[in-house]
C-alpha cells in the first residue's frame, strides 16, 4: 500500500499544532510559583527568627528568704542534694525537677563549684 505524501504530511502538521503552547504561558506559571515559594520561605523564618522564649533565659533570679543555695562539690548528684532537703513524706523525684526548674539546668550533670539554688 502506497501512502499519499500530501497525507503524511498533514498528519505531522496536526500534531505539531496540536503540541504547541505558547512558552510565555509555562513561563509566567514557573516564575508565579517561585515567587510564592520564596514569600512563604521569608516569612516563616523570619517569625521563626522573631519568636522568643523565656526557656532560654540564661538570667536566674537570686535566692528568695524561704530558698537556701548550695555549692556543688566532687561527686555531687542532684539526686544526693535533694536527698539532703527533702522529707520522707514528700517525692524526692518532683523536688529533683523543682530543683532543675529553679535553676534553669537542661540536664542532670553538674560542675563542682556550680552554684544551686534550693527551693
Known sequence: MIM???FYK???KEEAVKSFKPRGHNMNRHAFKLIVSATVFVLLFTSFLMMRTNAS???IEAAAIDEQTVVVSAGDTLWGIADRFVDNSKDIRQYIYKIKQRN???SAE???GQVLIIP
Open 10 to 12: 498533514s498528519i505531522h
Open 104 to 106: 534553669q539546668l537542661r
Open 4 to 6: 499519499n505524501p500530501s
Open 57 to 59: 533565659s540564661d538570667y
Open 110 to 112: 553538674l560542675q563542682p
